[in-house]
Nanobody, 120 residues
Framework: VQLQASGGGLVQAGGSLNLSCTAL????????MGWYRQAPGKERELVAI???????NYADSVKGRFTISRDNAKNMVYLEMNSLKPEDTGVYYC???????????????WGQGTLVTVSS
């Protein structure tokens, strides 16, 4: 199983970016999917997460500006980021809790990270 993220880049403050992530490989089902970020010199933090039932949770710092969504048919998760701020700068990682077969427990998988830079 691999997670492949794309969509990062450089944007001015107030701008928008969209991230996407695809789960590749063979597996039984995907449970939650989410986005994390790591700013320079800081620990990785949760940005947004979406359950298999479409329940969503956001970090307080992004509420009202970011929207997470998923397409279960395509095994994809998206992050729409609006009104970006310089403090949103960091490497964004997608993650998914995936059950590979019916007979094993779910485990977390991580994408390779995509850099988002917001200039002031």
């Amino acid at each position: 199983v691999q997670l492949q993220a794309s969509g990062g880049g450089l944007v001015q403050a107030g701008g928008s970016l969209n991230l996407s992530c695809t789960a590749l490989g063979s597996f039984f089902r995907i449970r939650s999917m989410g986005w994390y970020r790591q700013a320079p010199g800081k620990e990785r933090e949760l940005v947004a997460i979406i359950s298999s039932g479409d329940n969503k949770n956001y970090a307080d710092s992004v509420k009202g500006r970011f929207t997470i969504s998923r397409d279960n048919a395509k095994n994809m998760v998206y992050l729409e980021m609006n009104s970006l701020k310089p403090e949103d700068t960091g490497v964004y990682y997608c993650a998914a809790r995936i059950q590979r077969t019916l007979y094993v427990d779910s485990r977390d998988y991580w994408g390779q990270g995509t850099l988002v830079t917001v200039s002031s």
